[in-house]
Each structure stands twice: as C-alpha cells, then as structure tokens.
C-alpha cells in the first residue's frame, strides 16, 4: 500500500507538521515528544536497545526531541537528530539551546532528507526511529543505506504504522492516501529488513500494545478540554479526540497496525 513519492517537506510542514499541529500534538503526547505513547512507551521501548555511554545515535524522525533528550539524559550516549520538517527542527533546536552546556554537547539536530542525507558508513552504534517512515515509500533503498551507516553489530530499532494483513475499508485507503502514507504488513516490513542484510530481524506485531496507548492517551487528553481549548480551539480538540478515535476503529477492524523491529547489522 504505497504513495509513489515520499511526503516533502512543504507537505509536511503546511499540513500533518504545522508549527500549531507539532504544538497541539504535544499536549496528548506530552512535552517534547511527538510519537505514540510520548515518554512513557519510549522508556519501555528504550531499555531493548543495550544504549551505554559514548554510544552515537541516529534519530531518524526525531521530532521535536523527546527521543534524543531522553537518551542523552538517562544513557549518557551522543545522538544526531535528522527531521525533514524544518517546524520539527526550530523547535527541537530551540529547546536545546535551553538545555545544561552538558546535553548541548551530546545532541545535534538537522534538518534533513534521510533519503538523501550522506553519512560515513559504520559510524552509528544505534539507528532509532519511532513512526517516521511510514512516510517514505522506497523503503528498501532506505534500509540498504540505513545498514551501510551501522558499525558492525550495531542495532537498528524501529517503531512504525503498519497495515494489517487484509482487504481494506475505503475509509483506511482514504486516510493512506490524504496522509501520503507508505504501510506494509508487519511482516513483509520485517522482510525488507531482511533482504537490506540485516541479521536477527524481529519483526514484532504491537497492535495491541498500540490500541491500549491510543486508549490511555485519550484517557488523559480529554479532561483537559477546557484549558486546550483556551490555547487552541473547539474545532482543534474535536480533531485530535476524533483522529485518536479513528486510529481505535480502524486497528480494531484490522486495517490498521503498529509495528516494532530490531535487527543487526
């Protein structure tokens, strides 16, 4: 289920990323991150990745930092952001620049193309990437360059919108397309892993996991109406409350799936 091109960063930034948009998302998934479950599904996600001291980190997707800063903080490793919405960035870099001298020295953020980004091979312990690429459709491509930029025995690990493995309503096919969303099936996600050479590919179904998150994020967001709705507006909250709601009908129905991936170089 492909778009032929990849979002671009005018789409990106004008709609899905709007400085608002990135701003409004914060508020379900808390400051600083703009990925399913925010900090706390990170923490759990992040102790899968044996991180150390001194390790070097590419955050593909980074978002407005919550990945990288949490990391820095907690495991003492260097990371290297890339985003392709330049709003992402701003803010990312703006809170940086607020940060102790000590994390300012461990984090750098970019804007970039991770399709056409040049990195020197074997110079990542770790790549990360949580929900991002989901909008690039060549992903085999990706993932061959993704393998080249590991050292050898470095980790990729991966959290990403899948598609279950069935026909699809319209309504799913609708929302692929207005996104321009690239979805596979967890498990011919895993096999692009595979044939990029990646060793030890786990290719895991988190749907459920998925669907508990939405459910608690909801949960949380919506007694907040009130104080989002002096910052932003009615219309703002019943968009964020809907989608939330949209993405539980369509994972319940099957269209919709998430998965995680680890493998090896």
């Keep these: 289920m492909s778009n032929k091109a990849p979002a671009s960063q005018e789409f990106l930034d004008t709609n899905q990323y709007s400085r608002k948009s990135i701003l409004r998302y914060e508020r379900i998934f808390g400051h600083t991150w703009v990925s399913t479950g925010g900090e706390a599904t990170s923490k759990d996600l992040l102790i899968k990745m044996g991180l150390r001291p001194g390790m070097r980190v590419l955050d593909v997707g980074c978002g407005t930092g919550g990945s990288a800063f949490y990391m820095a903080r907690h495991y003492g490793v260097h990371v290297h952001g890339v985003d392709l919405s330049t709003n992402m960035i701003d803010i990312a870099k703006d809170r ?52 080249a930029w590991l050292k050898p025995g470095g980790k990729l690990f991966v959290t ?31 096999k692009v892993l ?72």
């Design 96 to 147: 940086l620049n607020r940060e102790e001298k000590y994390l300012q020295s461990m984090i750098k953020f970019e804007v970039g193309d991770i399709t056409k980004v040049q990195y020197d091979n074997a110079s990542y312990d770790i790549i990360y990437s949580r929900d991002t690429i989901l909008h690039i459709p060549n992903k085999e491509d990706l993932y061959r360059t993704l393998q």
């Design 160 to 190: 990403d919108y899948c598609r279950g493995d069935q026909e699809h309503s319209q309504e799913f096919l609708d929302y692929v397309k207005r996104r321009g969303y690239d979805l596979r099936t967890v498990k011919a996600y895993g």
């Design 194 to 265: 595979e044939e990029a050479g990646f060793k030890d590919v786990q290719a895991v179904d988190m749907t459920p996991t998925f669907i508990s998150v939405l459910q608690n994020e909801l949960k949380y967001f919506e007694p907040t109406r009130d104080a989002f709705i002096q910052d932003y507006s009615e219309k703002d909250y019943k968009e964020i409350v809907d989608g939330w709601r949209q993405k539980l009908v369509r994972c319940s129905a099957g269209d919709q799936a998430w998965g995680m991936f680890l493998a090896t170089r």
